[in-house]
């Protein structure tokens, strides 16, 4: 079974752009969950999508948004860019359903963001 | 609030050395516990997990971790380091019935041959 990804792996923009991010679950996921990491911050959680809803939310401002299409696939995007979005963008899925004790999350190996 | 502190920084060890990695967490119920550790240039992989029952459980690569409850805390162990286990490790929380993890800041590892 093919792993999550993400894409692009590397992004440069400059402050006041828009981006998009795009994360393929593992087929059969149907939750998928983005997370900020940045050093000394560790990983923020963004949002988790499953079956096209938003489930969860973190506390990021309203620039970042995110959707999730009926085939799982899920974008996050960020609008007016700030220099402290500079980032990795990590995307996660599960098979979703009940958050039970047997879930786990499976990363992809994240989206590199510089912000200029 | 919930929240999941990792006190150390970084950490070096000599490789054959033993290792423990603490955590500590803030939640108002049993929480679900979990350590993963990310390679440079890669995403998080799970070593490992505790939900109840046991509350020393074993995970990949050897790992090991104990969960404290009167000390809110959930250290990893390893016995003997290798030096491919140089990475970041971090300590997570998830919400009971929700999805949302809450991680640490991590901790990065660095092995002495």
């Known amino acids: 079974k093919a792993g999550v990804t993400q894409t692009p792996r590397y992004l440069i923009k400059t402050r006041g752009q828009q981006v998009t991010l795009s994360c393929s679950p593992i087929?059969?996921?149907?939750?998928v969950s983005w997370y900020q990491q940045t050093p000394g911050q560790g990983l923020q959680f963004l949002f988790e999508?499953?079956?096209?809803?938003?489930?969860n939310k973190g506390n990021f401002p309203g620039r970042f948004s995110g959707r999730q299409f009926s085939n799982s696939r899920s974008e996050m995007n960020v609008s007016t860019l700030e220099l402290g979005d500079s980032a990795l963008y990590l995307c996660?899925?599960?098979?979703?359903?009940?958050?039970?004790?047997?879930?786990?999350?499976?990363f992809g190996s994240g989206t590199q963001l510089s912000v200029l | 609030a919930q929240s999941v502190t990792q006190p150390d920084i970084h950490i070096t060890v000599s490789e054959g050395a033993s290792l423990e990695l603490r955590c500590n967490y803030s939640?108002?119920?049993?929480?679900?516990l979990f350590w993963y550790v990310q390679s440079p240039g890669q995403g998080l992989q799970l070593l490992l997990k505790?939900?109840?029952?046991?509350?020393l459980v074993q995970g990949i690569k050897g790992f090991e971790a104990e969960f404290k409850r009167s000390q809110s805390s959930f250290n990893l162990r390893k016995p003997s380091v290798h030096w491919s286990d140089a990475a970041e490790y971090f300590c997570?929380?998830?919400?009971?019935?929700?999805?949302?993890?809450?991680f640490g800041t991590g901790t990065r590892l660095k092995v002495l041959a």
């Open positions: 996660a899925s599960s098979p979703g359903g009940q958050a039970g004790p047997n879930e786990k999350l499976f």
């Open positions: 087929s059969g996921h149907r939750s």
């Open positions: 999508y499953f079956s096209e809803t938003q489930r």
């Open positions: 939640y108002g119920a049993t929480p679900y």
């Open positions: 505790y939900f109840s029952g046991d509350t």
């Open positions: 997570a929380v998830r919400t009971s019935g929700t999805y949302k993890y809450i």
